[in-house]
């Protein structure tokens, strides 16, 4: 989990790191010169290019001599109220990496726009494979290990649910009681404001969430976006994680939110052929727990008693809470403040999660 050895930074191809696109560019002199006010003395121009995968912050790979570094910044165009905030999502690695090792080690913050154009911060890369729609040809696994590989990944999840926050000195994300009330209001409210006239409303399923709302008897930090491509796994033990990713959207909240999140992007073999083909993470292979074992397994390991009932609630609002962030990038894309071709599917996914969290509903009524 440190950052690679010095004569090796180099050797190791990054898949998914590509050319930077016309609108994502910055000046790298600037940047250089920022890393070397850091104790980071870059030789020449370092090596930049752009992670393809993601569609809120966006990332970066900056090679230098003896490591790789990875920079984080904003998108432009359209951002909702307290979206992309540099400073919170830096601050809550720098804090966790002492009691959590999963996340990488932070190199700095840099909120002067002046330096590259927006806010940015930079950490040391976490080297190893990160499953994307499919796992790494190198990552020759088989069906059992495959089984390892999930459970070992909903540990990290659990373990993260069962760090005092307040220990790690994360207790100023708190906002108190009524965080499941607080994510209903707030998802709705920004699914309203990013609705564009291509896509469905959302108000039965809003209207089912506020009727249905559980008791929010739990509180602990959650990661929010826990996902296999944000998750790096070991290059000579690959079912075991070493590293997780995309802090953006931490916080401390209800853990069956977190793992509802979760399974909003679990595709399984068996669903329907529109849903595979915005399939970001290979959860459909032999092997692979499905989304009811997943429920599961962490309900056993952590000894919450939860009926197939009360678990539709966390599972609807998972994809409603998806269906809204897509619908954000959407908005950005059908409104020209961004011309990532990859975009332009999100509202088509917005449809189907409507229509698959309707089909939940009519299922539990």
């Known amino acids: 989990m440190s950052s690679l050895p010095h004569d090796s930074a180099q050797a190791v191809e990054v898949a998914d790191a590509t050319a930077v696109r016309a609108e994502d560019a910055f000046d790298v002199d600037r940047l ?8 980071f003395a870059v030789p020449g121009r370092p090596e930049v290019r752009q992670f393809s995968g993601g569609a809120s912050n966006l990332t970066y790979l900056v090679r230098l001599p003896d490591r790789d570094l990875i920079l984080r910044r904003p998108p432009g165009g359209h951002k909702s109220a307290g979206a992309h905030d540099m400073s919170r999502e830096y601050r809550i690695q720098h804090a966790l990496r002492p009691v959590f090792g999963y996340v990488p080690t932070m190199v700095g913050l840099c909120e002067d726009v002046e330096v590259i154009g927006t806010p940015f ?15 790494p040809p190198e990552m020759e696994l088989s069906a059992d290990e495959i089984t390892t590989l999930c459970t070992r990944a909903l ?5 993260l649910h069962q760090l005092d926050p307040t220990a790690a000195e994360l207790g100023w994300l708190s906002r108190g009681q009524g965080y499941i009330h607080r994510q209903l209001g707030g998802w709705s409210k920004r699914y309203r404001q990013a609705m564009t006239p291509d896509v469905g409303d959302f108000e039965s399923v809003m209207a089912w969430l ?5 008791v929010d008897d739990r509180s602990c930090l959650i990661h929010n976006d826990f996902r296999f491509d944000n998750l790096v ?11 997780l990713l995309d802090w953006e959207l931490a916080t401390i909240g209800h853990p069956l939110m977190d793992l509802g999140g979760a399974l909003a992007y679990w595709i399984e073999a068996d669903d ?94």
């Open 32 to 39: 250089c010169a920022w890393l070397g006010e850091h104790g």
């Open 233 to 243: 796994f070991d290059r000579e033990h690959p079912h075991s994680p070493v590293g």
């Open 272 to 365: 329907e052929p529109d849903l595979h083909e915005f399939r970001r993470q290979p959860t459909q292979v032999a092997g692979m727990l499905s989304r009811r074992q997943v429920v599961d397994y962490y309900c056993t390991r952590t000894n919450i008693g939860l009926s197939e009932r009360e678990w539709a609630f966390y599972e609807i609002f998972g994809l409603f809470r998806t269906a809204a962030i897509c619908q954000q990038i959407y908005y950005r894309y059908y409104h020209g403040q961004t011309t990532n071709p990859a975009f332009r599917a999100f509202g088509r996914l917005t449809v189907l999660m409507e229509r698959r969290s309707l089909e939940l509903i009519d299922r539990h009524r």
């Open 210 to 214: 506020d009727e249905n709302e559980p």
């Open 121 to 135: 911060y930079v950490m040391e890369r976490v080297d190893g494979h990160i499953p994307r729609q499919d796992f």
């Open 155 to 159: 540990d990290v999840l659990i373990d």
